[in-house]
């Protein structure tokens, strides 16, 4: 015998409660007292209720459906904080009763084309922006034609990113850089170095910016200076920049990705024999996790659950002031494979 799908009037019906009721404790809670709410819900879960998408639609007048950009494969070690961002958002975007939508583009000005195509053709209900800078043309069109969207990653080189009118989540690299240097100088290691990345970024400055707060009570300007180097963002590069640290006497690195800590781990590894390297890296790749690299590890889950949540208390025509707040700073946290990965100064 085939069980017959539950509806709202079937789930009254066994709560002893009106259709009314069970329809607002979906799309109200509020509304309804605790108790009677948890016996709903309790209900729902137990038949395995699921809303007609359809009827929501016509009821919100909203299609459930939020967009994205499909930023071109990185490649290499450090790829894979998008790809993260994109599985974490799908799975944020669902848990809310949201879709996401995945479009490509080939610059910020393609985009905007992009986006207004899709408002036109698929009836989007917000998008989901990364890599805003000052200037954005993207930020411009979507507030100038009302568009809800909220970003990951703060606007970079403008204004206070604090007093910008939209919404956005961000990691915070410098503390993140500042929690490892401070780690490794409780470790035993004094002279602590930082290697960044050669192309200019606002994220790259952050995490430099953390670990030289982090060591200025340590060391002089000159010093700081001597234990910093630059590198593409590659394994080679780590490697390099391990070598020109280690011969200006740092015991230890921090380093702006995990590429960069890897090809530092490997040389130091190569270069002092019988010690574990001292080398925390940033992003907690699965390269990293995989051959036992500390890390720094960012709250992509947190962040796009945020994201969500951000855009879903706008598109339900929640209240100013109220609900998710609209400017997010997470701190990364620092994983530690082993205790032998750190090691200590023989």
């Not at 069980?3 to 002893?16: D, H, N």
């Not at 459906?65 to 975007?93: F, K, Q, W």
């Not at 053709?121 to 969207?149: I, K, N």
């Amino acid at each position: 015998m085939v069980r017959k799908k539950p509806t709202l009037v079937s789930l009254a019906e066994a709560v002893g409660v009106s259709r009314q009721t069970v329809s607002n404790v979906l799309n109200n809670p509020e509304r309804v007292k605790a108790a009677t709410r948890d016996r709903v819900l309790q209900a729902i879960e137990e038949s395995g209720y699921r809303p007609s998408a359809a009827a929501r639609q016509l009821r919100t007048r909203r299609s459930m459906d939020l967009g994205m950009r499909l930023r071109p494969a990185a490649g290499g070690i450090s790829g894979s904080v998008l790809d993260r961002l994109l599985h974490a958002l799908t799975e944020a975007a669902q848990d809310s009763g949201y879709r996401l939508t995945l479009y490509s583009a080939g610059d910020d000005g393609e985009e905007v084309a992009r986006i207004e195509d899709l408002l036109h053709a698929a009836d989007l209900d917000g998008f989901v922006l990364t890599g805003v800078h000052s200037g954005d043309p993207r930020v411009d069109w979507l507030q100038e034609h009302g568009v809800p969207f909220a970003c990951f990653g703060r606007p970079a080189n403008g204004p206070d990113p604090f007093a910008v009118p939209y919404p956005w989540v961000d990691v915070d690299g410098a503390a993140g850089t500042a929690a490892a240097t401070r780690f490794l100088r409780d470790s035993g290691y004094a002279a602590v170095g930082f290697v960044g990345w050669t192309a200019d970024s606002a994220p790259g400055e952050e995490r430099r910016d953390g670990w030289r707060r982090a060591m200025s009570g340590y060391q002089s300007a000159g010093e700081l200076a001597e234990l910093q180097a630059e590198a593409e963002d590659t394994v080679e590069g780590g490697a390099g920049a391990a070598r020109l640290l280690l011969e200006r006497g740092a015991e230890a690195l921090v380093c702006a990705s995990d590429a960069l800590a890897l090809g530092a781990f490997a040389y130091l590894r190569s270069a002092v024999p019988g010690r574990i390297p001292a080398v925390v890296g940033f992003d907690d790749t699965p390269v990293a996790e995989a051959v036992g690299l500390s890390s720094l590890s960012p709250p992509i889950a947190r962040a796009a659950r945020q994201i969500i949540e951000v855009l879903s208390h706008r598109l339900s025509g929640g209240p100013e002031g109220q609900g998710p707040r609209r400017h997010l700073l997470l701190e990364p946290s620092l994983v530690v494979r082993t205790p032998r990965d750190l090691g200590r100064p023989s």
